[in-house]
Antibody
Framework: EVQLVESGGGLIQPGGSLRLSCAASGFTVSTNYMTWVRQAPGKGLEWVSVIYIDGSPYYADSVRGRFTVSRDISKNTLYLQTNSLRAEDTAVYYC?????????????WGQGTMVTVSS | QSVLTQPPSVSGAPGQRITISCTGSSSNIGADHDVHWYQQLPGTAPRLLIYGNNNRPSGVPDRFSGSKSATSASLAITGLQAEDEAEYHCQSYDNNLGDSRVFGGGTKLTVL
């Protein structure tokens, strides 16, 4: 059974950093496109980042240069390093698997981890 | 401001048919990129409802269907049920944003 479990969220001051984790089971992260999506309170979904099978990362304009996606094959875990956090980064962060060759269809999701950026 | 535009809300009575629109542009839906739809119940993660414009994952009832034309797409729900009350999101890919996926702002469906 495919399962994704996010962790690492919390309350952080503006300018701070957090590393979000997404532990996967039932499949291998390195053989799937893996995505981060966030949802600010009361708002819609916002695509954040994807890492391809070959390890190539891509980012939304709103986070490029501040966020870094990576994966640890030995731990079968996806990460999102978030730096220089701003109030507008406050959101629930979800990791998800992307169906190959669909340019975006996300078929399995984690439960999300909340990041609150506030002083 | 989302790249894809959805109505903030729609409503319908049980048993009725409703549609939710998703309007894009020549750099995303109009560039022949696929549209995907998600259902999000309150307090839960989104669930893939439709992928590749009109394909349903296993387990999704055939009351849900998708279509696409020019720079827009639509999600249709027939035989509306109380359990369909949720937020619905569309998604596509955009040529202009560096290999980016884009979402609509979401539509709240109320079953009257």
């Amino acid at each position: 059974e495919v399962q994704l479990v996010e962790s690492g969220g919390g309350l952080i001051q503006p300018g701070g950093s957090l590393r979000l984790s997404c532990a996967a089971s039932g499949f291998t992260v390195s053989t799937n496109y893996m995505t981060w999506v966030r949802q600010a309170p009361g708002k819609g979904l916002e695509w954040v980042s994807v890492i391809y099978i070959d390890g190539s990362p891509y980012y939304a304009d709103s986070v490029r240069g501040r966020f870094t996606v990576s994966r640890d094959i030995s731990k079968n875990t996806l990460y999102l390093q978030t730096n220089s956090l701003r109030a507008e980064d406050t959101a629930v962060y979800y990791c998800a698997t992307e169906i190959a060759a669909t340019k975006g269809a996300l078929d399995f999701w984690g439960q999300g981890t909340m990041v609150t950026v506030s002083s | 401001q989302s790249v894809l535009t959805q109505p903030p809300s729609v409503s319908g009575a049980p048993g009725q048919r409703i549609t939710i629109s998703c309007t894009g542009s020549s750099s995303n839906i109009g560039a022949d990129h696929d549209v995907h739809w998600y259902q999000q119940l309150p307090g839960t993660a989104p669930r893939l409802l439709i992928y590749g414009n009109n394909n349903r994952p296993s387990g999704v009832p055939d009351r849900f269907s998708g279509s696409k034309s020019a720079t827009s797409a639509s999600l249709a729900i027939t035989g509306l049920q109380a359990e369909d009350e949720a937020e619905y999101h569309c998604q596509s890919y955009d040529n202009n944003l560096g290999d980016s996926r884009v979402f609509g702002g979401g539509t709240k469906l109320t079953v009257l």
